[in-house]
């Protein structure tokens, strides 16, 4: 009994010394946590409410409250895991009392909701082929123009910007074109269609989505044949009010300066030249040569350049309402000098959620004012031999009065009209200025259970006013004693209104998901233009009321009106989330069309298949989330200008009467039309596959297309018994582009590193099908004496490059002779062309020569951040096309201005293992037609953009009291691997002679794309 309550009593010791140390225990625990104390917020530094914090491997948890506000006991050391709907989970280790937490958005979850025409959808039920941009891939950089920023971003999205000039805009194609008019595709702001997106500030922008395919597009209808872009700007979130700071600074530089002759150089060229034709030497570059008088003009007029921009934004919300208000400022000067270009812009959004009733605002207000320098590098500029400026420092063309010549200027210096380029854009007033005003309000009512009543009010208004005056300056030789001063001026006013209404109706019934939308919508553009040419201002002043009435010389104007009315519908069904559908059809009126073809129907459908839902796919992980999709829509396009089916009268005609054959004035119609021409269609068909792998850090998207453009406009000339003589458009043309379009994306975390690299690369086929029996079209003009490059024919790419087959130089004047070339007389040194058909070499022996347009295209965006530390990069490139390099042909045979420095190493009898054919001014030879001689790859592989950026600890910023602090470097055209030996590979297309379609990838002199640096820093309060 003893020994039983003996032991008793030890096992009772032993529990309460076992309970002790427990508790003990806990308390030493409780002892060692803190209370940590922060604000979670996204990148811009708006807070999150509902974020989670956790304590990693326990159930120790809270959310942070509407400010992104959160306190949570944790011990030292302790891992803490934040996440948050839409964005990338982040772990941090505690180490202190205050932690801000920043997080990144989650690309792969964003792409879950994607933009569409009039709304948005779940990726998973997308059966249509759209391609997206967010903001985190726009706003790294600075753009001029912000459709830039979409650049090797999106497959079978083509941006070529025009150029390297301040403000200079970018042309988009995608999946290649369809038409043979300038036509672009349709661009969506905010809901408000427009024709641009270059007014938008490429900071304001949060997503972008391109819609691809005509089941995606047909919502849009006429407009949408050439693709649709739909750009959402960013919005304000609820919480406390953020502000954001972003600006940078930096510099710009040429690339690469081709070599063109110094005065030397250029004298011994010109004199060989002469020598050669038999005529003799001009004083100026012989036996008064003096090295003294001369310049170098290209040297002269660049400059390193300055660019910066600047936002500002204010945005937030209450528990109804959210707002933003942003600021930008964007200045960038040229790195030709005398060019700049500024854009300010404003933009605010508001959004009011009440219940069943929700509105949304927005208004961008853009002002440019653009300086450029349209002479750089055109043809017949000042020669080497002659100096910029006259010793009493004036911009001239002429030394002669300076060095006491008498001897007549073509005399002296040789034939030609030479103008000093840089002298006129110093001395002549240009100034482009628009002020832009777009934006719409919408408002929706919830009227049942899943229907819903929007009304959407858009307007884009903008003013603009070209002014051009070039002063009494003599600064362009032409062989009178006077230049005459010239005023040109240009105000247009426009106005684009836009009224839509829409029932939408969004119901799950079971395993039944549908959508249904119906809708009408009005659209009306109005320009209104005048304008004033006139001559001989009174004591150089540059306003209209500086000349007198008799040096009126004209007052161009126009009024266009045009309207387009449409209804639509579309369906979207799924089943079992595995079965999707898509209907769409919309009923375009255009006002350019007369009433009996006014109207087109436009129909697509597309059906998708969630693979891998279903259950003979439960136990597959290797592939997840995989997406077969097929579709295919008709979408119309209106590409006529307006009342071009009414015949115009001209009030000014004059016609030879009476038996005295008296030339009397009247009225007569003289331009002919077409009344009959409608609407151009393009059917689309498309095949797309998507499917996530190793564990969704690999993305993948694939599509296949064939894109068919039917009853296209094609200007026929009618014949001359008609009397008209300009070319009238007739349905009657067709082209077909097909390709294939892979994107993909990989994401990945190691330890503190996370990284994403994401490619894309496309393939076109572009091929005219059709002309309807007009003659092939002739455009690509790269010289001022008519010389043209492309030829748009069937069965060959739209403006492909066409003309002779360069075979090295001839060597003897008897083979020249033996070549019966029936369009020059070559002789020794001069080209040699291929005869393909033995019968002499005539225009026949031309050939198809290659395509300015790229067969594939890539892209390859970096992005990884440790730490405090990130790093963007981002590359693209193109291949399989060609540029037609014009300086060649005035740097070779143009003997009105400077030549290249190589035309040294022209061929002479001591000097024949050259490529560059003998120096003569008469060209005897033809050499200058056209040829593959000016032909070069247009390939390039480019490191776009790079990016280095390093953010302020949170405990610095705890301490400061702000948000965020980064700092960052940027670098643009960073390098480019190309053979291409003008300035740069990126030509756009030139306006010379029309439809620019037809003038791609002729690089005419371009302005120089540059290499950029910029130091930038973003503060968030």
């Excluded at 249509?128 to 999205?157: C, F, H, P, R, W």
């Excluded at 003997?895 to 293992?913: E, K, M, R, S, V």
């Excluded at 003008?982 to 010379?992: D, I, L, Q």
Aim: a negative charge; one cysteine or more.
């Amino acid at each position: 009994m003893k020994l039983s309550k003996l032991l008793k009593k030890k096992c009772q010791h032993r529990i309460f010394m076992l309970m002790m140390v427990w508790l003990a225990g806990i308390a030493v625990g409780h002892a060692q946590n803190i209370t940590v104390s922060g604000v979670a917020s996204d990148e811009s530094g708006i807070p999150l409410a509902g974020a989670n914090i956790i304590v990693k491997g326990t159930t120790n948890g809270t959310q942070t409250d509407f400010d992104g506000n959160f306190s949570i006991s944790a011990a030292k050391g302790a891992t803490l895991v934040v996440s948050y709907l839409g964005y990338i989970t982040k772990e941090i280790t505690v180490s202190g009392t205050s932690l801000n937490v920043s997080l990144a958005e989650d690309a792969s979850q964003l792409d879950e909701v994607v933009i569409i025409g009039y709304g948005s959808q779940k990726k998973s039920d997308l059966t249509g082929s759209v391609a997206t941009v967010g903001a985190k891939d726009i706003e790294k950089y600075t753009y001029n123009d912000a459709s830039q920023a979409l650049q090797g971003k999106m497959a079978g999205v083509n941006v070529q910007a025009q150029g390297g000039a301040p403000g200079a805009g970018s042309v988009i194609t995608i999946r290649g074109t369809g038409t043979f008019s300038n036509a672009g595709p349709l661009y969506v702001i905010d809901g408000m269609i427009t024709g641009s997106m270059s007014n938008i500030n490429p900071g304001d922008i949060a997503t972008v989505s391109v819609l691809k395919d005509a089941s995606a597009t047909a919502i849009y209808g006429s407009r949408a044949a050439n693709g649709v872009v739909i750009i959402t700007t960013k919005k304000g979130k609820k919480g406390k009010i953020s502000i954001n700071l972003d600006t940078s600074f930096g510099f710009q530089s040429v690339i690469n300066e081709p070599q063109w002759a110094d005065a030397t150089q250029y004298a011994t060229i010109v004199n060989r030249s002469n020598d050669a034709d038999g005529v003799p030497r001009y004083p100026a570059n012989d036996t008064q040569f003096d090295p003294n008088y001369s310049s170098n003009l290209y040297d002269d007029s660049f400059r390193s350049a300055s660019v910066s921009n600047t936002s500002l934004r204010l945005s937030g919300g209450g528990e109804h309402s959210v707002y933003s208000l942003s600021l930008n400022q964007f200045d960038q000067e040229g790195i030709i000098k005398f060019s700049e270009f500024k854009r300010t812009t404003v933009r605010a959004n508001a959004g009011l959620d009440k219940g069943k009733f929700k509105m949304e605002s927005t208004i961008g207000l853009t002002r440019t004012v653009n300086n450029p320098n349209p002479y750089f590098n055109k043809e017949r500029n000042l020669l080497p031999t002659i100096r910029l400026k006259n010793d009493a420092g004036e911009w001239s063309a002429d030394d002669r009065a300076d060095r006491g010549i008498t001897t007549a200027y073509g005399a002296f210096y040789g034939p030609g009209t030479i103008a000093n380029e840089l002298g006129i854009a110093a001395l002549e007033e240009r100034e482009n200025t628009i002020n832009n005003v777009l934006g719409n309000i919408s408002a929706s009512y919830e009227i049942l259970e899943g229907l819903t009543y929007k009304l959407n009010l858009g307007m884009e208004a903008a003013s603009r006013n070209n002014f051009t005056f070039s002063p009494d300056a003599q600064v362009i030789y032409n062989g009178t004693n006077k230049a005459t001063s010239q005023l040109n001026e240009t105000n247009t006013n426009s106005l684009n209104t836009l009224v839509e209404q829409t029932l939408n109706y969004s119901k799950t019934f079971g395993k039944h998901k549908v959508n249904a939308l119906a809708g009408f919508t009005d659209q009306k553009n109005n320009s209104r233009s005048l304008g004033i040419v006139a001559i001989n201002a009174t004591n150089g002043i540059s306003t209209a009321g500086a000349f007198s009435k008799d040096n009126l010389q004209s007052a161009p104007g126009e009024d266009i009106t045009s309207t387009i009315q449409s209804y639509f519908g579309r369906l979207n069904y799924t089943f079992d989330d595995k079965y999707l559908l898509t209907a769409s059809i919309r009923r375009d009126g255009s006002s350019l069309f007369r009433e009996e073809l006014r109207f087109g129907q436009f129909p697509s459908f597309a059906l998708g298949w969630n693979l891998s839902n279903e259950k003979f796919m439960e136990n597959f992980d290797a592939l997840t989330n995989i997406k077969l999709r097929a579709g295919y829509g008709e979408i119309g396009s209106n590409n006529i200008n307006a009342y071009d089916i009414v015949p115009t009268i001209n009030l000014f005609s004059t016609y030879v009467l009476g038996d005295v054959n008296t030339r009397i004035s009247g009225n007569a119609v003289t331009r002919g039309t077409n009344s009959n021409a409608f609407w151009e269609t393009t059917k689309t068909t498309n095949f797309g596959l998507e499917f996530n792998a190793l564990n969704s850090r690999l993305s993948v998207t694939m599509d296949y297309f064939i894109k068919k453009s039917e009853d296209i406009l094609v200007d026929i000339q009618l014949p001359l018994y008609t009397g008209f003589s300009n070319t009238i458009p007739f349905n009657r043309g067709s082209i077909q582009n097909k390709g294939f379009e892979f994107l993909a994306t990989y994401a990945d975390q190691i330890g503190d590193l996370n990284f994403s690299v994401t490619g894309n690369f496309s393939t076109l086929d572009n091929e005219v099908t059709s002309l309807g029996g007009q003659a092939p079209i002739i455009g690509g003009g790269f010289t001022s004496n008519g010389l043209r490059g492309t030829r748009t024919e069937i069965g060959q790419p739209i403006g492909s490059f066409y003309g002779y087959v360069t075979d090295g130089i001839y060597q003897t004047n008897d083979e020249a002779s033996a070549a019966n070339d029936q369009e020059g007389n070559p002789i020794a040194g001069d080209l040699k062309f291929k005869d393909f058909d033995g019968d002499g070499l005539n225009p026949d022996d031309r050939r198809f020569l290659g395509s300015p347009i790229p067969n594939f295209e890539y892209g390859i965006n970096i992005t990884a951040d440790y730490k405090n530390f990130d790093l963007s990069l981002f590359f693209n490139g193109v291949a399989g096309n060609k540029i037609l390099n014009s300086t060649k042909y005035r740097g070779y045979f143009d003997f009105n201005g400077n030549y290249l420095a190589d035309a040294i190493n022209a061929w002479t009898p001591t000097n024949t293992n050259t490529n560059v054919p003998r120096n003569t001014q008469v060209d005897s030879g033809f050499n200058r037609r056209m040829s593959d001689f000016y032909l070069e790859s247009g390939a390039y592989f480019r490191l776009r953009n790079a990016q280095i950026g390093y953010s302020l600890p949170d405990d610095v910023m705890d301490k400061i009291k702000l948000q965020k602090i980064r700092l960052y470097l940027s670098a643009t055209n960073l390098f480019t691997i190309s053979d291409y030996s003008g300035y740069y590979p990126e030509v756009g297309r030139n306006s010379r002679g029309g439809t620019s379609l037809f003038n791609a990838g002729v690089d005419e002199g371009n302005y120089p794309t540059p290499r950029t640096f910029q130091l930038g820093l973003q503060v968030s309060f």
